[in-house]
Structures are given as C-alpha cells and as structure tokens.
C-alpha cells in the first residue's frame, strides 16, 4: 500500500509536471528568437568605458555590449554623442536579424566593408530604399525606419496606446516610427513624446533602441500628453501682399535687408542694435498690430544665452500685454555658410543651440516659431552661398531676403475655426 501510494503520487507530479511543460513550450515557442540573444559575447564592468558615466544609458550600453552588437573605438571610448553612420545602422540591422533568426551573426566583410550588410538588409526587406552615401550620419527617421522591419510583428506587440499623427513632429504615414513607439522601444524627447526626425541619432540613442529591441523587459510604457498647437507651423498657400498690411518686424540689421529686398510690405519695420533696442519696441507699440514678427539672436550668439532669453522674454511680454490679439513669431535665426562657420564665431554650432532655445521659448511664451533657417541651408545645414551677402553672411544677398520673404508668405498662422 505504501509503495503504491509513491507510485500514486510520483505519478501525479510527473502529470503536474508534463501539463506545466505543456504550457509553458507554447510561450517559450511563441517568439524562439528571442532565446538567441541570452548568450553572452563579452563581459561588462563599471568604468570601463571613460566616457560613459552613471548616466540613463549606462545599462543600454552595457547590454549592447555583452551582446557584442556595439564596441568602443580603438582608444577605448564609447563616445555615447558621436552619431552611427546609415553602413553601421545595417551591420546592426543585420546583425539582430540573423542572430533572431539562425542563432548567429556570422558575415564575411568585403570592399566596402558594409557592403556584406547592405545586401542581406535588401534581401530580407530591412532596407527599402538606395541612399546615395552609407558613410553618412543616419537621421532618426531613417534609423528608425529601418530597425523597424528587423523583428516580425509578433515580436513587437503593442503596449504603448498612441495614435496615428499624436506624435507632435511626425506625420501619421510614419509607420516604423509609431510601430516603435507602440511597443515601448522609442519614448520621445518630451510629454509630448517629439522624435526629432531630421536630426541625428547618437551612440547613446542607439543603444537604448537596440537593448529595447531584443530585451523586452526593457522596453518602456510611455502616455504622451497632447501638444498646445503652439509654436509649430506649417505650410499653406502661399500669402500675397495685403496679408502683411497689418504686420510689423522689430530685429537686428536683418531687418533692413528685409525691407529693401525681400517683396514683403510690412507696416513697420524697426531695426535695433543694443541700447536701441527697447527704444524700437516702445515706437513699434505706439500702435496695434495683427502680427509681429521678431529677428533677434545673431549678434548674441557669442553672449550668455540665458541673457539673450531673458531680454526675449520682456520683449514678447511687453508686444502680449499692448497687443493681447496679436500672432507674434519668433523667427529662427538665419544661418551663415560653412566658410563662416569655420572661420567665425557665427558657427552653425552655435545658431543650431540657439534656435532649438528660440522653438523651447516660443512653446513657453504660445508663440509661434518660424524657422526661416533651414529653407535656406544646404543639405549639409549651412546657407547656401548664393544667399550669401557682401559679408559673406550672416548678412544675406538680395535672393537670400527674397527666399527668406517665401518662408514668411507660405508659414503663417492657421485661420481660426469659426
């Protein structure tokens, strides 16, 4: 009786055990490729990499490393500001799909060195497009775009719930970068959840992407809170002149450039320099205004910028209190070419800083921002040197007011809803 009850219950834990297996096989079998990236490459410690402190992508960097997806630079830095050219975002791109796949990550480099990834992201539809120089910096919507498509569908399951077009500065047509925020990987540089598109992604970005990708448990629930339309604009149909019959312009010697050459009829147009300045906004408030654009920074650029702010500020309160009713624009401050960047203390450097701290004041102020910098740059982000003026910039040439005016004609205020 006894050996049968051992039997009896030996048995049953063995049936316990086989329905606990049972169900557990599916889970393990729902996404098996995952399991390829628990073994380990190399082997992490604090400290090792100079640059990289106790900071929020320490442990990203560390993931990527053990996982022997990222490595330091031959001096033995991380370098977690440095950008990832569009060649390494497919070695890494393929990289993570072949070892979710098969297990490992085994390619034979070739002359280019990148080439060997290139091709196996075509062929396996990770890269869609052709890009004219893979040795360039990636922007973050095309390393988005493409690590997108590195996991199946199965494998980036939704837990973020963000609609079409509620991320501020991407279009709603962005599918991988919406896919991405959906499944934790991607947060947003705000509340707002912004992605910043157009700008390069860093080192540091990358990591906290790719340990996302193949670790779920470090993947980020994220609620964003919806943007005030304040300060972005976009494009209409283009304004003629009486659009600016009620306008006025306050700014540095831009302004007379503007006046001269740009097409534009402002009411009032009111240059300032330095002690001056204040003096031109007491005239300029002598009457009312629908729209008041300002042109200030270039000369600042070389001072405290919480300074510069500072006077922004009592500036648009002042316009805000005399004119409750009026559309004020910060205006972007205009760019130089990279000749003057190299060689002044106008670098693009420098007036890229300032003008992200323009776009945080005019949210801060619910004025509108108006980039009039980036129409006129070269893809590499400098002016564009026919729009260079006597000096080379930061004044601009007669073409250069003119395509400046464009922006402000095409750029303006929603109509309100009635």
Known sequence: MKRSASVKRALALLLALVAALACAVPALGAE??????????NSYADGMFPDVPEDWYTEYVAAVYELGLMQGDTGGMFRPDAGVTLAETCALCARIHSTYY?????????????????????NNA???????????????????????????????????????????DVEADAAGIYRLYRA????????????????????????????????????RTVALVPKPPYPDLKEGPRQEDDFFADAAMLGN???DGMMLCSGIPMKYYGKTSGTVRMNR??????SQYGKVYIQLGINDIGGSMETFLNGYREIIRKIQEAMPEAD????????????????????????????????????????????????????????LDQYAGWDGSPHLDAKGYVAWGEVMRTHYVPAKEE
Do not use: H
């Not at 922007?139 to 501020?168: H, W, Y």
């Not at 906004?281 to 002598?286: A, D, H, K, S, T």
């Open 184 to 219: 934790g990987i991607l947060t947003g540089d705000d509340i707002y959840g912004r992605f910043r598109p157009n700008g390069n992604i860093r080192r540091s970005e990358v990591a906290a992407v790719v340990s996302r990708l193949v670790y779920r448990s470090l993947r």
């Open 281 to 286: 906004l007491g005239e300029m408030l002598l």
């Open 328 to 383: 004020i624009y910060i205006m972007a401050i205009t760019p130089v070419t990279k000749y003057k960047s190299a060689t002044s203390t106008f670098t693009m450097t420098k007036i890229n800083a300032a003008n992200e701290q323009l776009y945080a004041l005019a949210e801060e102020m619910q004025c509108w921002y108006l980039d009039c910098c980036t129409p006129l740059c070269t893809e590499e982000g400098f002016l």
């Open 102 to 122: 098969t297990g490992a990550a085994k390619f034979e480099q070739g002359d280019p060195w990148y080439q060997v990834y290139v091709d196996y992201c075509r």
């Open 126 to 168: 990770i890269l869609t497009e052709d890009f004219a120089d893979f040795n360039a910096e990636a922007k973050r919507s095309e390393f988005a775009a493409l690590i997108a498509r590195v996991l199946p569908e199965g494998a980036l399951p939704q837990i973020n719930d963000i609609a079409d077009g509620a991320i501020p």
């Open 32 to 41: 098996p490729g995952f399991l390829n990236f628990q073994a380990k490459e």
């Open 253 to 255: 010697s831009l302004v």
